[in-house]
């Protein structure tokens, strides 16, 4: 009996650091002094600080042992490549939030030792997500991220909007997560094992029919569409987006899309594709079955598009317009996951990377400004680019991103998933996509106007300047330079990302083990 | 005196869940619809226990590093645990269920504090 659990222990050290983290934040919640403010917030910050660095050396380890991958407990999760891309950018968002969370005034009167232990907790979901192989480790994965979620959206206790935003969530969300756990009990029961490798092995060898499987995939679709926001469960999103305090909205649209994302590539392709040649990921995938999930999923993701896009035209709420943007987005990551060959998932891979920058950063923009005293409407922003020199660049820079235009971050992630789309025989699919972002420009540049074109000052003297705080600028820095640099010199994370998918077969049946 | 198959154990799951969504899309009452909910997990946890039951191929152990060299019903009473990945499955999904029900509970008493009001169709400030 071989478990593999102990010699391996190691490559799970962000996980136990994460949680080693969470258990000191509960600790010093409850016992530790009065007058501690903003310690917790330190605390989870450093840990989370210390999470991603671990990452990133698990990530060098994998590479410098030949491992491309380590299979723990009994298989039902996996360190890969694939898995500590995503671990990285949860990482990152998780990071980020926990640092500009800690200057928001209304989450440290709400109480932070809440906030940041169900902050830990949600970003444990999402490293488990991005590793699990098993259908009940990604229910409990699902849920870790969600329940905490939940709570996050209703942090302010007294705030109708929050109050509203988590109701919707959760209700929304269980509906989900019930219709998802009814698919993978057929999953279970058509093929007699919970492990997505056995799964994959019962279809290739004729026990379980490849049809019904894929008829409750998409049940379990379903919930996976849910955490993404794609249409048409993305009804929960303008809502719980608007409501919830907006460090939780940059968050829920960021690390938890990116861990929807990571659970999704790996669930179906395991069961409904298989690489060309085993051993090389990075190539032509086949689809397995009715090759029509594929034709599904690009109707999902043009769908998807076109309603964020069109919805974000007449928002008057930078957040709610942020929300029906963060849905637009998800249809462009979808777009590849129709590919079926490597850089598709290459392309989805660097897209969300460069994504959470933009998006974070964006998000970081409204909470700057409403801390500073201004509001979430996008009249709140007039005259913002001369009130705020900064920080106006900063928005409009994101925003750009955001549409797609060079020489930013966002047109190059764009362009990997145009040339896969084109390379590999979807040129209606390209030219949909490229339409909408055209139709995108129109509202991100309705809040740049605003901020530059509008409120001009007469004089020079008539500027009443917004200080946003070295703490905020300091952030939106961190933000910006991805955002940028990624646009101008993106090969290294274009490499990673390659890397990523080209190491670690997302998933890849595995013979059956001939341990003795 | 009929045999209780796996037939019916699904038909009884299917009746359950499509009593859950009936109930989540009709109900006003955060409570009703929460109730719904659980249906439909309950509907999971029933199928999950009749595949357990029923469904003994070796593909239950799948590409495992453990090593069970009996096959079928020998292996059924010998190995006994690895063969009850159903049972497992349901017991994880009771107590997410539980963990749910506590948290959706809590948020609509809150919802209930700020607006005096469960019902879904009031709960909507945000349009559009």
Redesign the interface.
């Given at each position: 009996?071989?478990?593999?659990v102990v010699e391996n222990l190691s490559f799970l050290t962000p996980e136990i650091l994460l949680t080693v983290t969470l258990g000191a934040v509960i600790a010093l919640d409850i016992g530790g002094p009065k007058d501690r403010k903003g310690l917790v917030a330190r605390l989870a910050a450093t840990g989370l600080g210390a999470t991603l660095l671990m990452v990133i050396l698990t990530y060098f380890e994998l590479e410098t042992k030949q491992r491309a991958r380590v299979?723990l407990f009994?298989?039902s999760f996996v360190v890969d490549p694939f898995s500590m891309f995503f671990k990285l950018v949860a990482g990152v968002c998780s990071f980020m939030i926990a640092l500009f969370a800690a200057k928001v005034r209304r989450i440290e009167s709400q109480g932070e030792g809440e906030f940041y232990t169900l902050l830990l907790v949600t970003t444990l979901g999402i490293f488990l997500m991005a590793g699990v192989t098993d259908?009940?480790g990604m229910?409990?994965a699902i849920?870790t991220l969600s329940?905490p979620s939940?709570?996050l959206a209703?942090f302010y206790?007294?705030?109708?909007?929050s109050?509203?935003?988590?109701?919707?969530y959760?209700?929304y969300g269980?509906?989900a997560?019930?219709?998802m756990?009814?698919g993978?009990?057929?999953l279970?029961?058509l093929?007699?094992?919970?492990?997505f490798?056995?799964?994959s092995?019962?279809i290739a060898?004729g026990?379980?029919d490849v049809l019904s499987i894929s008829l409750m995939l998409g049940l379990v679709l379903i919930g996976l569409g849910f955490k993404i926001s794609a249409a048409p469960f993305h009804m929960w999103t303008?809502?719980v987006y608007?409501?919830s305090p907006t460090a939780v909205t940059a968050y829920l649209s960021t690390a938890s899309k990116a861990g929807g994302f990571a659970i999704l590539i790996r669930l179906f392709y395991s069961i409904l594709a298989r690489p060309e040649v085993a051993s090389r990921p990075e190539g032509q995938w086949i689809p397995i079955g009715d090759p029509g999930w594929t034709t599904l999923v690009a109707v999902i993701a043009v769908v998807t598009m076109t309603i964020g896009n069109l919805?974000a035209y007449?928002?008057t709420n930078v957040k709610?317009l942020l929300a029906y943007s963060s849905i637009a987005h998800a249809g462009y990551i979808l777009l590849g996951f129709v590919v079926m060959h490597g850089s598709g998932l290459m392309a989805m891979l660097f897209y969300i990377a460069t994504y959470v920058f933009m998006n974070l950063g964006a998000f970081l923009c409204v909470i700057a400004v409403s801390e500073a005293g201004g509001g979430e409407e996008i009249s709140d922003f007039r005259g913002l680019g001369w009130r705020a020199p900064f920080l106006g660049f900063c928005m409009a820079a994101f925003l750009f991103s955001l549409t797609g235009l060079p020489p930013l971050a966002g047109f190059v992630g764009k362009v990997y998933l145009f040339a896969a789309l084109v390379e590999h025989g979807w040129v209606w699919l390209s030219v949909v996509a490229a339409l909408n972002s055209a139709v995108s420009l129109y509202y991100y540049v309705r809040v740049v106007k605003t901020m530059y074109l509008e409120g001009i000052p007469r004089r020079a003297g008539d500027v009443v300047p917004l200080r946003i705080g070295s703490h905020f600028g300091i952030m939106l820095f961190v933000c910006l330079v991805p955002t940028i640099l990624f646009g101008i010199y993106w090969q290294p994370l274009a490499r990673l990302a390659t890397w990523s998918v080209g190491a670690s077969a997302p998933v890849e049946?595995?013979?059956?083990?001939a341990?003795? | 005196m009929p045999v209780a198959n796996l037939e019916w154990f699904l038909l009884i799951g299917a009746f359950l869940f499509a009593t859950g969504v009936f109930t989540i899309l009709t109900r006003k009452n955060a409570v009703s619809v929460l109730m719904g909910v659980e249906l439909v997990l309950n509907s999971a946890n029933i199928n999950l226990v009749a595949f357990s039951r029923f469904v003994r191929s070796p593909a239950t152990l799948g590409p495992t590093s453990i090593e069970f060299p009996l096959q079928g019903e020998a292996a059924h009473h010998v190995y006994g645990a690895a063969w009850i990945g159903g049972n497992v499955f349901a017991a994880f999904v009771i107590i997410l269920a539980a963990a749910e029900a506590a948290v959706a509970l809590a948020i609509i008493l809150g919802i209930y504090r700020n607006l005096g009001d469960v019902d879904v169709d009031e709960v909507t400030a945000m349009k559009g």
């Open positions: 009996m071989q478990l593999g299979f009994a298989d259908l009940v229910v409990v849920e329940i939940y709570i209703g206790k007294r705030d109708r909007g109050s509203e935003a988590s109701l919707k959760v209700l269980a509906t997560s019930g219709s756990l009814f993978l009990a057929f279970y029961g093929s007699g094992t919970t492990s490798q056995g799964i092995a019962a060898s026990r379980a303008p809502d608007e409501g919805a007449k928002q709610r049946a595995r013979p059956v083990a341990h003795k | -």
